[in-house]
């Protein structure tokens, strides 16, 4: 039985060697929590400091296992071949659950270990139950996200995404207000009462590992095994049914859809329209990673409203209106990714050149994402500001956001649309490079707006300018390309 555990482990590890391996991400994961153990280190109690220690590593965890490690829990690629061999599904599942394990040890470490280094006044037990118990917590987050997947199935996708996404705010936000908070409560009982994140895992956890207990090693020891045996033990979630559910997102557009197709799509734009129309947002990956980059910053400037009024709030508003065309090229990235890459043939073999399938995608992401993201916004402005102030500022910022799309979309999108395996995709996450110049350019232009658009005229009539030179410049370039054809 051992030699073939061993062996299906280190076939699953000689498979993940051949492409992206996860691992290479431990060393960022180090630095992160060493930068943050420096800055609290001395300046804070020890129930405080590991708190923030097991928050950081936390986050660390959880949301590579939400994005791009999301497979590794999940049922295995080589199902069918598995079930042709001789082994039993109890040795596939321990061989599954060891390779998570080692996967997350390492995880674990990185965000924990220089944490209990760099602790002031810590005896070295203390150190060692800090590194434990990021290790307990770590195989526990992933014993939970395997529980959520198999229970929740083909609602699972969305669950997640609502999970990520307050992750990541979470994460903003604490990077932020982290310090003062680790500051200002020094012990469990500082906690306001009934504050939510009074019952936090990583706080009540920070107890186990800072204060004296007879109970702490058992607890370390609870935790581990019961988290490394619901791993073993807990099915692999197999992937949802493939669903055509109509949201309601996708019911409420569908004037708008037949009427981009009568006014604004040629014929041989349609066919590649469609296709990322109805079938990209059925796709779990691009859910998973694509929503949270709109939803995020988002809620992050939402925040920072609830406290500012007047001309202060009307500045916040533009930047959170024209904040989306910074986000867009890297949601657009994500659209060549799909579970059935197999299936290019068909856009391959398409008698569309690349410059019309391309064109189709680009109008499909406008109508199924900018648009009701925009309607969202105009709405939410109008209810903070006025109907006068959204109808100023936000057919610009979305014909803004469409001329982004377009003009980025060459150096975000390598591939056609849901053509590339989810562990392939390319993600261009420079941030000093194109990206600083799209945000640079976008700050200056919401601060313009805010000031120099005088009325809601001006607004609609800047946006429609906008769209009127994004279709010259479309023109132009088909018409050099069919000169070029000749």
């Not at 929590?33 to 986050?59: D, H, K, P, T, Y």
């Not at 599904?89 to 060891?98: D, F, K, T």
């Not at 049914?241 to 349609?270: I, Q």
Request: proline share 6%.
């Amino acid at each position: 039985m051992l030699h073939r555990i061993r062996a299906l482990l280190t076939a699953r590890l000689q498979a993940q060697g051949k492409g992206k391996s996860p691992i290479a991400a431990l060393w960022s994961q180090a630095l992160l929590a060493a930068a943050g153990a420096a800055i609290l280190r001395g300046e804070v109690s020890a129930w405080a400091f590991a708190a923030a220690a097991l928050c950081v590593s936390a986050f660390s965890v959880a949301l590579p296992l939400l994005g791009e490690l999301a497979p590794l829990l999940g049922d295995d690629e080589s199902g069918d071949w598995l079930k042709s061999q001789p082994v039993r599904a109890l040795e596939v599942r321990i061989a599954r659950s060891a390779h998570l394990a080692l996967l997350l040890l390492g995880l674990g470490l990185a965000s924990g270990l220089p944490w209990a280094l760099l602790a002031v006044d810590w005896s070295l037990e203390q150190r060692a139950a800090l590194v434990l118990a990021a290790l307990g917590q770590a195989w526990t987050i992933a014993a939970v996200l395997v529980l959520v997947r198999s229970a929740a199935r083909d609602r699972a996708t969305w669950i997640l995404v609502g999970v990520q996404t307050a992750l990541w705010s979470l994460a903003i936000l604490g990077s932020v207000f982290g310090p003062r908070l680790a500051l200002r409560f020094s012990t469990p009982e500082s906690l306001p009462t009934g504050w939510p994140l009074r019952l936090a895992p990583p706080l009540r956890l920070a107890e186990v590992v800072a204060l004296e207990t007879s109970w702490r090693w058992t607890t370390l020891t609870a935790l581990i095994v019961l988290a490394l045996g619901l791993l073993v033990f807990l099915p692999a979630p197999q992937e949802g049914r493939a669903v055509r559910n109509v949201s309601l997102t996708s019911l409420a557009l569908t004037p708008l859809r037949r009427l981009a197709r009568r006014l604004w799509m040629r014929p041989s734009e349609r066919a590649s329209f469609e296709l990322v129309f109805d079938a990209l947002p059925l796709e779990p990956d691009f859910a998973l990673r694509a929503y949270p980059l709109l939803a995020v910053p988002l809620g992050f400037v939402f925040v920072g409203l609830r406290s500012e009024a007047g001309s202060e709030r009307d500045t916040l508003l533009a930047l959170l209106l024209f904040l989306p065309s910074l986000y867009l090229p890297l949601l657009c990235a994500h659209v060549p990714l799909s579970r059935s890459a197999a299936a290019r043939w068909i856009l391959e073999t398409s008698p569309m050149d690349r410059a019309q399938i391309d064109s189709g995608a680009r109008k499909a992401v406008a109508v199924r994402f900018v648009l009701p993201l925009y309607l969202l916004l105009g709405a939410s402005c109008a209810a903070m500001s006025g109907l006068d102030f959204a109808l100023r500022l936000t057919p610009l910022a979305a014909a803004t956001a469409w001329f982004t799309l377009r003009g980025s979309w060459k150096m975000f999108v390598r591939d056609l649309p849901l053509s590339v395996d989810p562990k392939e995709v390319h993600i261009n996450m420079d941030w000093f490079g194109p990206l600083a110049g799209i945000g640079l350019g976008i700050a200056i232009l919401a601060a313009l707006a805010a000031r120099y658009v005088p009325s809601p005229t001006w607004g609609i009539g800047l946006a429609i300018a906008a769209l009127a030179l994004a279709e010259t410049v479309d023109a132009r370039a088909r018409e050099r390309a069919a000169r070029s054809h000749l």
